[in-house]
């Protein structure tokens, strides 16, 4: 019985499917859990779902290539998805027009802010310098933070991770400063969410609001904009 | 719908093509994004299928992040060592980031006599 069992196993796990089924049904059970719990940003379907994933993966032993090979699937969907996000910006664009000076000096400071201050807490924080330069562009769009940490000397693989916490972290505390300083405008309530979180901040101010997901959608595309200008410059200025 | 989803990865596409091309440091999803916007607004107007698809994928996009967030595990000794000063970098300078960018869209709102509750 137990030698079937590991048969069965090793069979399922050599094929993607297991792996692509793993990953829509840790999805499910985060999304659920969310939904029980009354949608609480504090809650994150992405985090409950990672959270589950690496449990399942240390427990069996299986290595993360492995892994990836059936979750590629659902990864390779970004792309499409990030063009798609034309839509929402398509059908907010006379609110993109009338607040467009607005948008460019927020995303600007903006870019700084979440470069500079994640630099300085980590410089307090004594990190080593491997993970100071992987941080920075922890706010941007995991590509191209991942081109930006390679071309400082950081670990664009670690720059992934940190990418991908800070936009968990952002979807989750981002709703509750704002709220806790009353901001009640859609758009701007986006398009912080989306300079401090990207794409994961943008997925969950889409499900809150289609303005507020119009302008994190595009607040994530300048900041990758902007912060792949921005911070080599201002990296050569200070060190 | 499938050509619906060929318009989508066509305009992918044509963004990296443009990013090998010229060497930008951009993602080429966010160039196809422009390029699909524009093609929008040149349309004048969004056809069903395409709002279809697009929507739906919209609608699910947390979970296209959930295989790169997996990838965690592979760092999870470098995090162990220095979790504290990850932690407090990613969590303050969240909080900073959303409160600086919000506050400032909001003033410059009211600068240029838009009304905040726009």
New interface residues.
């Given amino acids: 019985m137990d030698g079937g069992f590991s048969d069965i196993w090793v069979y399922l796990s050599a094929s993607p499917l297991l792996h692509l089924f793993l990953?829509?049904l840790?999805?499910l059970g985060g999304?659920k859990l969310y939904e029980r719990l009354g949608m609480h940003p504090m809650v994150n379907?992405?985090?409950i779902?990672?959270i589950a994933?690496?449990l399942i993966?240390?427990v069996t032993r299986t290595p993360?290539l492995v892994?990836?090979e059936g979750?590629?699937f659902?990864?390779f969907?970004?792309?499409?998805?990030?063009?798609?996000?034309?839509?929402?910006?398509?059908?907010q664009?006379a609110?993109v027009r009338?607040?467009l000076?607005?948008?460019l000096?927020?995303?600007i400071?903006?870019s700084i802010?979440?470069t500079g201050?994640?630099?300085a807490?980590?410089w307090?924080?004594?990190?080593?310098e491997a993970?100071l330069i992987s941080?920075a562009p922890?706010?941007v769009?995991?590509?191209?933070a991942m081109?930006?940490s390679e071309?400082l000397g950081g670990l664009p693989?670690?720059t992934?991770?940190?990418v991908?916490?800070?936009?968990?972290?952002?979807a989750m505390?981002?709703p509750l400063?704002?709220n806790i300083?009353r901001?009640?405008?859609w758009?701007?309530?986006g398009?912080?969410?989306g300079?401090?979180?990207h794409?994961?901040g943008?997925?969950?101010a889409?499900?809150v609001s289609e303005v507020a997901?119009a302008f994190s959608?595009l607040?994530?595309?300048l900041n990758?904009?902007a912060t792949?200008?921005l911070l080599p410059l201002l990296w050569n200025l200070i060190f | 719908m499938i050509g619906a989803?060929t318009l989508?990865?066509g305009?992918?596409l044509l963004?990296e093509l443009f990013i090998a091309a010229t060497g930008l440091?951009?993602?080429?999803?966010?160039v196809?994004?422009?390029?699909?916007?524009t093609g929008?607004?040149t349309r004048g107007g969004?056809p069903d299928s395409?709002?279809q698809?697009?929507?739906t994928?919209?609608?699910n996009?947390?979970?296209?992040?959930?295989?790169?967030?997996?990838?965690?595990?592979?760092?999870l000794s470098?995090?162990e060592k220095?979790w504290?000063?990850?932690t407090?970098?990613?969590?303050?300078?969240?909080?900073?980031?959303?409160?600086?960018?919000?506050?400032?869209?909001?003033g410059?709102?009211k600068?240029?006599h838009?009304g905040?509750?726009?």
Avoid: W
């Fill in positions: 990953t829509l840790a999805y999304q379907p992405v985090l779902a990672v994933l690496v993966l240390t993360y892994y990836f979750a590629q659902v990864h969907l970004l792309g499409p998805a990030t063009v798609a996000l034309a839509l929402p910006l398509y059908r664009v609110r009338k607040s000076l607005p948008i000096v927020s995303v400071f903006g802010v979440a201050s994640a630099l807490i980590a307090l924080f004594d990190v080593s993970t941080i922890k706010s769009t995991t590509p191209v081109g930006i071309k693989s670690l992934a991770v940190f991908i916490l800070t936009g968990i972290m952002g505390i981002g400063v704002l300083l901001i009640k405008d758009s701007a309530r398009f912080a969410i300079v401090a979180a794409g994961i943008t997925a969950r889409m499900q997901g959608g607040a994530m595309g990758a904009l792949a200008i | 989803i989508l990865l305009c992918h963004g440091p951009l993602p080429g999803p966010v196809g994004m422009v390029i699909l916007f929008l607004m969004v395409v709002a698809v697009s929507d994928l919209l609608r996009l947390s979970l296209l992040f959930v295989p790169a967030g997996v990838g965690v595990m592979l760092h470098l995090i220095e504290l000063g990850v407090a970098a990613l969590i303050g300078s969240s909080a900073i980031t959303v409160i600086f960018t919000a506050l400032l869209m909001v410059l709102k600068l240029s838009l905040a509750n726009d």
